[in-house]
């Protein structure tokens, strides 16, 4: 900043105002806020496609890992969603990845530690 402050008389004239007028420090608080906004909220909207076209081409042309990664996130977010709308306890889910543990899809055991990889199949993956 001090490089701003040396070279800049207008930098110098933007600071002594904003720390003399408090109107003007909000004023160009609200235009460094507002225009980045503005700007961005513009690019997103130019390059936003809503080509029906467009979106059945790339479905089309997804690849396979892509499509199943799709289906289980799709999952996973109607099993969470659903237990939202049935008002379940979603702590032991938290609880259960912190210690490194993932949840199993029945309701009656719902805690699974991760299995442990055995040392023939290490053994393998090392060569």
Do not use: H
């Not at 105002?17 to 003007?24: E, G, L, Q, V």
């Not at 993932?102 to 009656?108: A, E, G, H, Q, S």
């Amino acid at each position: 900043m001090s490089i701003l402050w040396e070279k800049s008389a207008a930098w110098r004239w933007i600071v002594g105002r904003t720390r003399d007028s408090k109107p003007f420090f909000l004023a160009f608080a609200t235009v460094c806020g507002v225009v980045p906004g503005v700007i961005g909220y513009g690019v997103m909207q130019l390059t936003n496609s809503r080509n029906e076209q467009l979106e059945a081409q790339l479905r089309q042309n997804a690849r396979p890992e892509t499509l199943m990664m799709g289906k289980v996130n799709r999952e996973r977010l109607e099993e969470f969603l659903g237990e939202l709308q049935r008002k379940e306890d979603t702590n032991d889910r938290y609880v259960a990845a912190l210690r490194g543990e993932t949840l199993t899809r029945n309701p009656y055991v719902r805690i699974q530690p991760i299995p442990k990889a055995s040392t023939t199949e290490a053994k393998k993956e090392e060569k």
